[in-house]
Structure formats: structure tokens, C-alpha cells
């Protein structure tokens, strides 16, 4: 089902036939570029806040968590497992951009998604044995909508413009991305009365330093 709702026939999830440079290497960011990661985290913080603010139910609070650096081809090293990834492909400079969710954030953000409409909410999904894409049918166009607004911290001559969106259950990779880029894990954690989890934000570590206002 995901295959063909998804579009996920280009991403292979193994590569452990393949040898990388700095294989399960993992590094906290480097002192040179803490001020602009630090300025970074805060506004994907302000960000995530304006957008979720209408959304949750009651206060919430978003919290930083300590990042990586890896490569592309080392990711799976980081990789929570089953639960909710969205690969943004851009255009043109072939990478690829993640948003993932923890299952308890993905299946609650379903939840109230489902609830909306109702005013009575019901964590309908609390049941799932494990994750499901039935969850991006609830969730799918809010995605879209708060990476494209974490975008938006990026500035416009950077060119970053999403080609393809894809939702999938298990970290993939993509062969038309260069394996030894470097990527920067960005983990926040959110803390809800009905929705809290992690919430990561993942990128190519060049566009660390191009930062809107920084």
C-alpha cells in the first residue's frame, strides 16, 4: 500500500552491502558553527510554536534536544526505527530534507486532526500495534504545511523549492543523493497534555550558515 500511495519505489532502506567513509561515525556540531546552530534551533523553535499553537490542546513546550552529524549513508545509525518520516526532495540542489515524528507525536497529531471537527477529542489511533500510513491521511497536507514553513527560515537564493513529498513508515534512502554529505539531526521534543514525543528536523549540513537574519 505505501509503495503505491506514497510513491516509494526509488528508496532502498538497506545498505549493508555497501561501505562508507566514517561509517557509524556521530559527532556533536563543532564549536565554529555553534552560535549559528544555536540561532537556528531558537527559531525552528519559534516556528514550531506559531504553527502548533492553534492546534494543541492547552500549553505545550518544545524543547531542544542535543543534535548529530552524520553522513547521508549513515543516517540509519540515527534512525528511530518504524515510525513517521517525510522526505522533501528538492528541485535543485539535490538533497533531500526530513521531517520525522515519533509515534506518539504522529498518531496523537492524527488524532486531533481526526477530532477537529468533532470537539470532542479521542486518540482513535492509541490502539495501532505499530506505525501505519493510515496515520498521513489525517496528517499528510499539515506536514507539507509546517515544513514548508520551516522552510521559510532559509533564504530565498538558496532555491530551496520541493520537488517531491514523500510520507513512509521507515527511514529511506534515495540513490541520487552523494552519500558522504554530511546531514545535521535536529531533535526537539514536544510536551503536550494529549500529543508529546520528538520531532526531528533533518538537512544537509551546508545550509547550517544561510539562515534568514542570522
Known amino acids: 500500500m ?3 500511495t506514497f510513491d516509494v519505489s526509488e528508496i532502498y532502506t538497506s545498505q549493508e ?4 567513509p566514517g561509517e557509524g561515525f556521530s559527532m556533536q556540531i563543532g564549536s565554529d ?3 549559528k546552530d544555536s540561532f537556528l534551533v531558537q527559531k525552528i523553535v519559534n516556528t514550531l510554536t506559531a504553527q502548533l499553537q492553534d492546534f494543541l490542546p492547552g500549553a505545550f513546550k518544545i524543547t531542544p534536544l542535543p543534535e548529530q552529524c552524520l553522513s547521508y549513508a549513515n543516517l540509519h545509525s540515527w534512525s528511530p526505527g518504524r515510525s513517521y518520516f517525510s522526505l522533501f526532495e528538492m528541485a535543485q540542489s539535490k538533497s533531500v530534507w526530513i521531517l520525522h515524528l ?5 498518531e496523537g497529531f492524527a488524532s486531533l486532526s481526526h477530532s477537529k471537527n468533532s470537539k470532542v477529542y479521542r486518540n482513535i489511533y492509541h490502539n495501532l500495534r ?3 500510513s ?3 491521511l489525517e496528517t499528510a497536507e499539515m506536514l507539507r504545511d509546517l515544513f514548508r514553513s520551516l522552510l521559510g527560515l532559509w533564504p530565498a537564493s538558496d532555491k530551496l523549492k520541493v520537488a ?3 510520507h513512509i513508515l521507515q527511514l529511506g534512502f534515495l540513490r541520487s543523493i552523494a552519500q558522504d554529505e554530511e546531514y545535521v539531526v535536529l531533535p526537539f521534543y514536544l510536551d503536550n497534555n494529549e500529543c508529546s514525543g520528538e520531532i526531528n528536523l533533518v538537512f544537509p549540513k551546508r545550509y547550517l550558515l544561510h539562515i534568514v537574519g542570522a
Open 102 to 106: 515519533s509515534r506518539s507525536v504522529g
Open 164 to 166: 517531491r513529498c514523500r
Open 17 to 20: 552491502e555497501d561501505s562508507f
Open 33 to 35: 558553527s555553534d552560535s
Open 130 to 132: 505499530e506505525a501505519d
Open 134 to 136: 493510515v496515520i498521513y
Open 2 to 4: 505505501i509503495r503505491v
